[in-house]
């Protein structure tokens, strides 16, 4: 539900200007921050996951009209600068096929990236604690999925738009519902309420994805060994003994 999927022509003015310049901000300084990087490895991987981010986001599940996003999951693998290239490349994809419209991709460009960094900064606090990766990642998606949802109705409320065009399908609903759900309070009811369903399919993807990885390479989340040893008689590889 954090994903604005609200159609061009709706939006203030002044709230597209400000989407779009903070965006273009914060994307220039990610952009330098990642030049001083290999580029042989940032690109590749910043196109790889806006690819996966791309993909998620284009399968909505049935009853629920959510997606999943995934974003956590590259704020974890990748950080907040490599990340929010990587979202705002998949908004602005998405936007080019009618997945939202072209005057959001600045708001939508920020959430993404709220969710991404603060997925990463959480994820940092955490991985070297104890604990399965499955669980301490999927509690921080449900975390940050809640926050960025909040953010996303902060959104709708400020500027003031039906709130059944921020609904991933909303073309879908009845005249009754769209009556029903006018003011922020109901919307926000439900966003909450099947929103959690959807938050708890993304944690459980999220954090079956990030045990895989802390078990084959635990360096692409950030970890230095990996969890159990490999084979008879292997020991965990750093990784510096795998480079």
């Keep these: 539900m954090s994903h604005l999927h609200i159609p061009d022509g709706v939006l203030p003015l002044p709230w597209i200007i400000a989407g779009l310049a903070a965006t273009a901000v914060i994307l220039l300084l990610c952009v330098f921050s990642v030049k001083r990087q290999?580029?042989?490895?940032?690109?590749?991987?910043?196109?790889?996951?806006?690819?996966?981010?791309?993909?998620?986001?284009?399968?909505?599940?049935?009853?629920?009209?959510?997606?999943?996003?995934?974003?956590?999951?590259?704020?974890?693998?990748?950080?907040?600068?490599?990340?929010?290239?990587?979202?705002?490349?998949?908004?602005?994809?998405?936007?080019?096929?009618?997945?939202?419209?072209?005057?959001?991709?600045?708001?939508?460009?920020?959430?993404?990236?709220?969710?991404?960094?603060?997925?990463?900064?959480?994820?940092?606090?955490?991985?070297?604690?104890?604990?399965r990766p499955l669980v301490k990642s999927g509690f921080i998606t449900l975390v940050v999925l809640a926050v960025s949802t909040t953010a996303m109705l902060g959104i709708v409320a400020g500027t003031r738009v039906n709130p059944t065009l921020a609904m991933h399908d909303h073309h879908v609903h009845s005249s009754d519902m769209d009556a029903h759900l006018e003011s922020v309070k109901p919307f926000a009811t439900i966003a909450y309420t099947a929103g959690a369903v959807g938050w708890a399919i993304e944690a459980i993807v999220t954090g079956s994805v990030v045990q895989f990885i802390s078990e084959s390479r635990p360096d692409l989340v950030g970890m230095?060994?990996?969890?159990?040893?490999?084979?008879?008689?292997?020991?965990?590889?750093?990784?510096?003994?795998?480079?």
């Design 38 to 131: 290999d580029r042989a490895r940032t690109v590749p991987r910043i196109a790889i996951l806006s690819a996966v981010m791309m993909l998620a986001m284009s399968l909505p599940i049935p009853v629920l009209h959510y997606h999943v996003n995934l974003t956590v999951l590259v704020g974890m693998m990748a950080g907040p600068a490599e990340g929010f290239i990587a979202g705002f490349i998949t908004n602005l994809i998405l936007a080019l096929t009618a997945h939202g419209g072209i005057t959001v991709i600045g708001l939508n460009a920020l959430i993404t990236g709220l969710e991404i960094t603060l997925g990463w900064l959480l994820w940092k606090a955490l991985r070297d604690r104890g604990g």
């Design 224 to 243: 230095s060994v990996a969890l159990e040893p490999k084979g008879d008689g292997d020991q965990p590889k750093t990784d510096s003994e795998e480079g």
